[in-house]
């Protein structure tokens, strides 16, 4: 019994703090090392979970209608080493992935459900997010000195390696100025607002810069017509990905016209979505196999036409070409298919948090239309820990507004009695 006891403390300790301590190492850790997202974020799963089997709680419910689509997924990251040009690879991109996604489903279902702890997290977070910007700032300003002591690669400028950090803030600022917006706490929304018009006024992360943007016309739009933005965001993604390929082949082959409004980096991604569309032509429905990308060949004729592009190969910096262009029509098929069940779930978000909601897909959206590979492990740990936000934030919201109207009725029957009385 007393080590029952003991067990069922520390098992309330976990569902209190742990998820609290890993949240305010997104904004400051996760800021500085990106990479860093995996880590925290399936550790916390780990943790939930051994916490639950120690007190005979049980495996925790785990989300069919994600573990579906996951499942598929992972049956045909599996399957395409049958016909991968580089079968290793597609063998160890379908293992990391398999580990990363079963994690994930494993901390969507954590336990983070009463309104006090929900509270403390995000005030936590936004204070950690104010913290975080800061020093960030302070480190850019003084040339760099903890980016350096934080990042191990190579050959990489350190303000370069506070994109990913950066990129994936802006995934989490959603979810907390959602929850600041409904608090009514407009010192918090300014502050935010600050902090994060810092960062994108000191990081080189175009892609952050651009996703805000996408997010703000989102929220704006959101807020004018939510009905008519959740219609149109599920018609416009099936349009995007059935047309991507052709679209991004179009645009790469007039890229000399568009070089003078271009860096030659952008340049250099439309040579890269050159070929590589023309690959996905060549194997349309079944493609050329996981992390397949980076062996690709490419042909000599489209070497001579490229200034930047050489044979040594590079991801698409765009996942949604990736899943054309390594798994086929059917993985472009099952992205589609979990956008959708996203936005559906946005849907269902009290309608306060609905507008928010829509503008973190949109970020989304938007670097991933850019940046990162498919098997990136702590991209899918930036998604998670934005869509668990706004899923907490949702139950805290929704039972507020119960709890408001348990109020109002007692008020009311209350009224009516004193009435009768009289």
Not at 39 to 61: K, N, Y
Not at 84 to 111: C, M, N, Q, W
Not at 360 to 368: L, Q, R
Request: hydrophobic residues 55%; contains cysteine.
């Amino acid at each position: 019994m007393p080590l029952r006891r003991s067990a069922t403390t520390i098992e309330r300790g976990v569902d209190r703090w742990a998820p609290v301590v890993v949240f305010a190492g997104l904004p400051t850790l996760g800021l500085v090392a990106g990479p860093s997202y995996s880590s925290m974020i399936i550790g916390l799963a780990v943790v939930q979970l051994l916490s639950g089997l120690a007190v005979g709680r049980g495996l925790p419910p785990i989300d069919r209608p994600l573990a579906a689509i996951a499942g598929v997924f992972l049956l045909l990251c599996w399957a395409s080493a049958a016909w991968s040009i580089v079968p290793r690879e597609s063998v160890r991109g379908a293992l990391g992935l398999t580990g990363v996604l079963v994690a994930l489903l494993v901390f969507h279902a954590g336990r983070t459900d009463r309104p006090e702890v929900i509270e403390t997290l995000f005030r936590v977070l936004l204070v950690a997010t104010l913290v975080g910007s800061a020093v960030a700032w302070l480190d850019m300003a003084l040339g760099y000195p903890l980016e350096s002591l934080a990042s191990t690669k190579p050959g990489v400028h350190a303000a370069t390696k506070y994109n990913r950090g950066v990129d994936y803030l802006v995934l989490i600022a959603w979810p907390l100025l959602a929850h600041a917006w409904w608090r009514r706490r407009r010192w918090a929304v300014g502050a935010l607002g600050l902090a994060m018009a810092v960062m994108l006024a000191v990081t080189l992360s175009l892609a952050a810069r651009v996703a805000v943007a996408a997010g703000v016309v989102m929220l704006v739009l959101a807020c004018a017509a939510p009905r008519l933005v959740g219609i149109l965001l599920v018609w416009g993604m099936a349009v995007f990905v059935a047309a991507l390929p052709m679209a991004l082949h179009l645009l790469a082959t007039r890229r000399a016209e568009l070089a003078q409004f271009l860096k030659p980096s952008g340049v250099n991604r439309l040579e890269i979505w050159d070929y590589m569309t023309a690959r996905v032509f060549e194997h349309p429905l079944r493609g050329w196999g996981l992390l397949s990308a980076k062996y690709l060949p490419i042909h000599p004729d489209e070497l001579a036409r490229y200034l930047y592009t050489d044979a040594r190969g590079i991801y698409p910096h765009n996942q949604w070409l990736e899943l054309w262009v390594e798994l086929g029509a059917l993985g472009a098929a099952l992205g589609l298919v979990f956008a959708v069940l996203l936005l559906r779930r946005i849907r269902l978000l009290p309608e306060s948090l609905r507008p928010f909601a829509y503008a973190a897909f949109a970020s989304a959206m938007t670097v991933a239309s850019v940046n990162y590979e498919v098997a990136t492990d702590s991209w899918w740990c930036a998604l998670a820990a934005s869509a668990v936000l706004f899923s907490i934030l949702g139950r805290l919201v929704a039972d507020s507004g119960v709890a408001r109207r348990a109020v109002d009725g007692h008020i009311m029957d209350w009224h009516i009695m004193d009435g009768r009385g009289a």
